[in-house]
């Protein structure tokens, strides 16, 4: 309980010390006092830059990240697999196309309408999932093999629009990429109250995914509702991932990366992992977008190449590691 209370409190510090960072930095430089005093008193030099356009966007990554973490852990304990994630079962990809198909059908969409196609792509996703898997839903690995399979066929769906459509290839993959570029305070309504909803759903979950770890078997002889659990556990991790994907476009890899990070960190038990695997969430996100500001000045890279360039080695890793499975 020390050894998870002392990993906690210095992963929460260090993305105190992350989020200073992404605060100050970029092409206008804002040395750590005056940030404070910005902050705190206000700063006619630094007030515009720190308020509408750092702050929200430090914010914005740091949920999606989390929210994009919890729905990892979620499918990961489902599937009993730490090399499942949303994005790997299709559902990141249903929602990128449900968002990519209304762009290019509907041009002047309201922005308030990507929240709701974006989450309708993402359970339209998991309902094929499920009726595809309807023959092997108690075969954990090969819920997995399908939801690749839909990712493959989601991508190939997404490429055959845009080879239609070129016009709309710039706007689609910038979104396709993933990224926290221009969000700004009005994109905060459409991950935050998700990801307060669903944190009380996932720590109900948890003592009931510990037992899964166990087998369906004696999970249901211990009093689990096995195929409930994994329907209410996904349809948690599709919200989650499909408010992320309405808000910062599809990021893969960090429901892989974060949840594997955590487990090693703070052990297998749900309930405990889940404050662990939010804060590495944010802090993977929110390290992503920090350098893809900064790496490449005045171009400004997608967080989420950011991301693939550090969870596709990372990915291989696993591979090879649990090769068993």
């Known amino acids: 309980m020390t050894r998870r209370l002392t990993i906690t409190a210095a992963l929460g510090l260090a993305l105190l010390a992350l989020a200073a960072w992404h605060l100050s930095a970029g092409a206008v430089s804002i040395p750590l006092t005056e940030l404070w005093q910005t902050l705190t008193r206000g700063h006619a030099d630094y007030d515009f830059i720190l308020w509408n ?46 968002v990519v198909a209304l762009s290019i059908g509907w041009r002047q969409a309201p922005v308030a309408l990507i929240p709701p196609v974006a989450l309708a792509g993402g359970f339209a996703s998991l309902g094929l999932l499920l009726w595809l898997a309807r023959a092997v839903w108690h075969r954990p690995a090969a819920l997995a093999l399908i939801g690749i399979a839909l990712s493959a066929l989601f991508a190939a769906a997404i490429d055959f629009l845009l080879t239609l459509y070129p016009l709309e290839i710039n706007a689609a993959l910038l979104w396709l990429t993933g990224s926290v570029w221009g969000r700004n305070w009005s994109h905060l309504p459409l991950i935050l109250p998700w990801l307060l909803a669903l944190l009380p759903v996932a720590c109900y979950l948890a003592y009931q995914l510990d037992l899964l770890t166990l087998g369906d ?26 408010a992320a994907v309405a808000v910062c476009g599809a990021i893969g890899f960090v429901g892989l990366v974060a949840p594997h990070m955590a487990r090693f960190l703070a052990g297998h038990r749900h309930l405990p992992l ?40 990372y990915f291989i890793f696993l591979i090879t590691r649990y090769r068993h499975w």
């Open 53 to 98: 356009y750092r702050l929200p966007r430090l914010l914005i990554a740091a949920l999606v990240g989390a929210a994009l973490a919890l729905a990892g852990l979620l499918v990961q304990g489902v599937v009993r697999n730490p090399l499942a994630s949303p994005d790997i079962l299709g559902v990141s990809g249903g929602a990128s196309l449900a």
């Open 217 to 242: 078997d004696t999970a249901t002889s211990l009093g689990t509702r096995v195929d409930r659990l994994r329907l209410v556990a996904l349809l948690t991790a599709v919200a989650l991932t499909g």
């Open 274 to 313: 889940i404050p662990v695997c939010l804060l590495l969430g944010a802090l993977l996100l929110v390290a992503a977008d920090l350098f893809a500001r900064i790496l490449m000045p005045p171009l400004e890279l997608p967080a989420g190449i950011v991301i693939a360039f550090l969870g596709a080695p």
